[in-house]
C-alpha cells in the first residue's frame, strides 16, 4: 500500500541527498545528457539527473559530477516524470493490481489513483485494501468509494461499508481524494461526506454526467473539484471556468481525447487545468494503444505543445492532487520516478525509473507480478441452486399482443436516452426485438443468492440472436445480461456461474466466447498477454451477431448505471435517473423526450426514498 509519508525521505536519506548534491558524496546513479524537463518552468533543460537511493539529489548541467557508481546515457533523448493516471477502476482493466503493473509500468505510467467502487461492493474493505496493494512498482493512491451501495433503497447491492468507515479513510495516508459519487444525491449523508473531504484536506473526485447549469453548479458547490466526463470543449471550459480540474478520459468507454484536443484554439484557455485518466480501460486497449501515453501521443498529434502535453500527464496531476512534494516533477528530494523518451511524439520510453530502480527497458518490465491471491478473492459468483427460467419473464397486460415499453438507447460510451419502443407479445411476456434493435437486458443479484432481477430493454448493442453477459454491473458488480431471448441470456447466467464470474457469448444453444474473470468476478489470475488475447476473442465472436460496439462488455457494465442520464436499473428495477426513483418499464400511454409519462413525472411508483 502507498503510504505517502513512506514515500518521503527519511531523516538519515535526506542527509545523504544534501550530501550528494554538495558533490561531498557519490551518487548511485546519474541519469546523463538528456534534455530534462524543468520542474517549474516550461522549459527542456541541459541538466544531469542526479540519484541517490530512492530520491533525486539535484539536478546538474550536464557533465558537473564526474563520478558515480552508475549512469545512464540520456544523450538525444528527453527526460520527464513517470505519468500519473488521476482516475482509475483498477478492476475495469481485468488486471488485479500487479499484472496492470506488469503491462503499465513499462508505457510510462508509474502512478494510478484508483477508486474501488468495484472491490468494495465485493468485498467491503478488505477489497478496497487488495487494490491498493502492490509488491510491484507501481504506486497507487486512494480515492475512497463512497458508492456501497450507492443507495439503500435503489438496490441492494453486495456489502455494506458504514458510513464512518468510508469518512474514517478520509483520513489515511494513502487517500488522495473522495471518490466519484452520485451527481443527483442531495442527501445529508453525502453532504456530511464532501463536508468530511474538505476537512481532511483531501480532493473530491467527480463525474458531473453532462449536467449544466444549476444542475452543473450544485454539484460543484458540494466541493467537488474535477470532472472525468466531459466530452466538449463547451463542458470543459464551463467547469474550468468554475475552478474545476479536467481529468481528460481516455477509456474503452470513449476517448474524450479526440474531441477536446480537436479544436486547440477553442480550447486553449484551459489547457493548463487539463490532467489525464484512463477510466474504466480494459486490458485490450491498455496492451494495444497504451495508457497514458496514449493521451500524450494523441494531444501532441493535435497539435498540443510536447512540454504542455508531458506536464498534463505528470506535473498537472501532481500539483493538483497535493502529491508534487512527492513525484510528478523532477526536482530535488523527490522520488525518482523517470523515463527516457528517445522521441516525444511516439512516446514510448526506452527505460523506466521508480523510486531509483530501473524497472522497464525497452517497453518491456524487468519485474515479475509475484503479488499473492488470496483464497477469499475468489468463489464469489453466489446465484440460487436453480435458476427460474421466467426469473427474466415481463408479463404483459392480459390480451394483449403489442405493448409499449420504456427503453434506454446507448450514446457517448455509457450514456442513455430514454426513448418509447413497441414490442410484440407472445404466451402473454414482452419479448425482445432484434429486428429493431430493441434487446432486453437484466441485472441478477449475484451476492446473495436471493433470484433478485430488474429488467429493462436497450437499443446499441444491435445483437441479432444470442446473448451477452458480465458479473460487472457497475458499480454493485452484479450480473449484468442483454440478450435476443431469454433462453439464450439464461444460459449465459449459467455459464457465469459455472466460470466464477467473467465475461461470456452465446447463441443457438451454444457459448461462443468465455473471458474468466475469477478474482471476484473482476480480474483474470493469468498473465495480461493471456487475458487480452480471450477479451480479443471474445469481442470478435459478439460483433459476428451484429454488435457494433468495439468493447460491448464494459459498455454493458453501465448500462444498469443510475446515476449517469436517463435511466439505469439495478436488481430492485428501473430507474429514473434524474429523480433517483423506480418507473415502470411498461407504459399505458406515450412518454416525452426524457422517458417520463405525462401523468408520473417525479412519481415514485415503488416507494422508493431516493438514494442515501
Not at 517549474?40 to 557533465?63: F, K, N, Q, S, Y
Not at 453525502?190 to 474538505?198: N, Q
Not at 497535493?322 to 520510453?349: C, F, K, N, W
Request: hydrophobic share 40%; net charge negative; glycine share 10%.
Amino acid at each position: 500500500m502507498t503510504e505517502k509519508s513512506d514515500l518521503y525521505p527519511t531523516a538519515d536519506e535526506l542527509g545523504r541527498l544534501r550530501a550528494v548534491a554538495t558533490g561531498r558524496d557519490t551518487a548511485d546513479l546519474i541519469v546523463r545528457g538528456g534534455l530534462v524537463q524543468s520542474p517549474g518552468t516550461e522549459e527542456w533543460l541541459e541538466r544531469d539527473v542526479v540519484i541517490a537511493g530512492r530520491h533525486i539529489a539535484t539536478l546538474t548541467p550536464w557533465g558537473h559530477f564526474a563520478d558515480a557508481i552508475a549512469e545512464l546515457d540520456a544523450s538525444g533523448s528527453h527526460v520527464v516524470p513517470g505519468f500519473i493516471d488521476a482516475h482509475l477502476h483498477i478492476e475495469y482493466t481485468n488486471l488485479t493490481p500487479g499484472e496492470l503493473a506488469r503491462l503499465s509500468v513499462a508505457r510510462g505510467t508509474t502512478t494510478v489513483l484508483t477508486d474501488p467502487n468495484g472491490a468494495a461492493n465485493v468485498w467491503g474493505t478488505r477489497g478496497m485494501d487488495f487494490l491498493l496493494t502492490t509488491g510491484t512498482p507501481l504506486h497507487i493512491f486512494q480515492q475512497v468509494s463512497p458508492t456501497t451501495p450507492a443507495s439503500t433503497t435503489l438496490e441492494r447491492g453486495g456489502a455494506i461499508i458504514a458510513e464512518e468507515v468510508v469518512r474514517g479513510r478520509l483520513h489515511d495516508d494513502v487517500t488522495v481524494t473522495l471518490g466519484e459519487g452520485n451527481p443527483f444525491d442531495y442527501g445529508e449523508t453525502s453532504t456530511g461526506r464532501f463536508r468530511e473531504a474538505l476537512a481532511a484536506g483531501r480532493r473530491i473526485t467527480g463525474h458531473t454526467a453532462a449536467q449544466t447549469e444549476e444542475s452543473l453548479w450544485g454539484y460543484l458547490a458540494a466541493g467537488v473539484g474535477d470532472d472525468h466526463n466531459s466530452a466538449t470543449v463547451d463542458e470543459v471550459l464551463e467547469r474550468t471556468r468554475l475552478g474545476a480540474m479536467i481529468t481528460v478520459m481516455g477509456s474503452s468507454l470513449t476517448d474524450n481525447t479526440v474531441p477536446l484536443f480537436a479544436d486547440l484554439e477553442a480550447i486553449a484557455p484551459a489547457l493548463r487545468s487539463l490532467c489525464f485518466c484512463a477510466d474504466d480501460k480494459h486490458v485490450l486497449d491498455l496492451s494495444r494503444e497504451g495508457h497514458i501515453d496514449h493521451h500524450v501521443r494523441q494531444a501532441i498529434l493535435f497539435g498540443v505543445d510536447p512540454q504542455l502535453a508531458y506536464r498534463m500527464a505528470t506535473t498537472h496531476a501532481a500539483h493538483y492532487y497535493r502529491l508534487d512534494q512527492i513525484l510528478g516533477v523532477l526536482a530535488p528530494s523527490r522520488l525518482a520516478d523517470l523515463q527516457i523518451i528517445p522521441d516525444l511524439t511516439e512516446v514510448r520510453p526506452s527505460t523506466v525509473i521508480v523510486a531509483g530502480e530501473i524497472v522497464a527497458s525497452g517497453g518491456a518490465a524487468l519485474f515479475a507480478n509475484d503479488d499473492p491471491l488470496p483464497e477469499w478473492t475468489l468463489d464469489t459468483v453466489r446465484l440460487p441452486e436453480t435458476l427460474d427460467p421466467r426469473m427474466l419473464s415481463l408479463v404483459a397486460p392480459p390480451g394483449a399482443d403489442r405493448v409499449n415499453v420504456r427503453a434506454m438507447e446507448m450514446y457517448k460510451g455509457y450514456f442513455k436516452h430514454a426513448f418509447e419502443a413497441t414490442l410484440p407479445v407472445a404466451g402473454g411476456e414482452v419479448l425482445a426485438d432484434p429486428a429493431q434493435d430493441v434487446l432486453k437486458i437484466a441485472i441478477v443479484d449475484r451476492h446473495h443468492r436471493d433470484g433478485s432481477v430488474g429488467l429493462g430493454f436497450v437499443r446499441g448493442f444491435g445483437l441479432r440472436r444470442g446473448a451477452i453477459a458480465i458479473t460487472m454491473n457497475c458499480p454493485n458488480m452484479n450480473i449484468a445480461v442483454v440478450g435476443a431471448d431469454d433462453a439464450s441470456m439464461l444460459q449465459a447466467v449459467e455459464e457465469l456461474r459455472a466460470m466464477q464470474g467473467g465475461y461470456v457469448t452465446v447463441a443457438d444453444g451454444e457459448v461462443l466466447a468465455r473471458v474468466a474473470l475469477p478474482v471476484g468476478g473482476m480480474m483474470s489470475a493469468a498473465p495480461f498477454e493471456e487475458t487480452a488475447e480471450a477479451l480479443r476473442v471474445a469481442h470478435a465472436a459478439t460483433a459476428g451477431l451484429g454488435c457494433p460496439i468495439p468493447s460491448p462488455f464494459i459498455i454493458l457494465s453501465f448500462v444498469g448505471l443510475y446515476v449517469v442520464p436517463d435511466l439505469g436499473v439495478t436488481e430492485r428495477g428501473l430507474i429514473d435517473a434524474f429523480t433517483q426513483q423506480f418507473v415502470d418499464v411498461l407504459l399505458l400511454g406515450p412518454v416525452d423526450s426524457c422517458g417520463h409519462g405525462s401523468d408520473e413525472h417525479g412519481s415514485d411508483e415503488h416507494g422508493s426514498e431516493g438514494p442515501s
